[in-house]
């Protein structure tokens, strides 16, 4: 993707996990989604305020990718995982080994880029 071209949803949502002020979007029956969105996609609901991601999740799977994309060739090995921060869940490469990774580890959203190909991507840091 060229440097000029953005993803307003993607981007942003990128630009304010990385300034520690990432976010979601919550609807008036607390169903959390990431932006873009004009409406809830649980409920339908077009009432969306923008809720703070909490500073740490934990890990509900992960996954130690040896074998990767041609997108990610350059970042293997790294563990990848799905992270619950309550109403949202997040996926992204842990930037850890991956012995220390396992379900349940405590992790702080930030941003990243790939090796492979310097995108931004969403990361996490073990505490």
């Known amino acids: 993707m060229s440097e000029d071209v953005r993803d307003a949803g993607y981007d942003d949502f990128l630009d304010a996990l990385a300034a520690g002020e990432g976010y979601y979007l919550e609807c008036s029956e607390g169903h959390g989604s990431l932006p873009p969105r004009l409406a809830c996609p649980q409920c339908g609901d077009r009432d969306l305020v923008e809720t703070p991601v909490p500073e ?14 041609p997108s990610f060739v350059d970042d293997a090995p790294y563990v990848v995982a799905v992270v619950d921060f309550g109403a949202v869940r997040l996926t992204g490469q842990v930037r850890a080994d991956s012995e220390d990774v396992e379900i349940g580890s405590e992790v702080a959203p930030d941003v990243g880029e790939s090796a492979t190909t310097g995108e931004r991507l969403v990361t996490f840091e073990l505490r």
């Open 56 to 69: 740490t999740g934990t890990v509900d799977s992960c996954s130690t990718i040896h074998v990767a994309t």
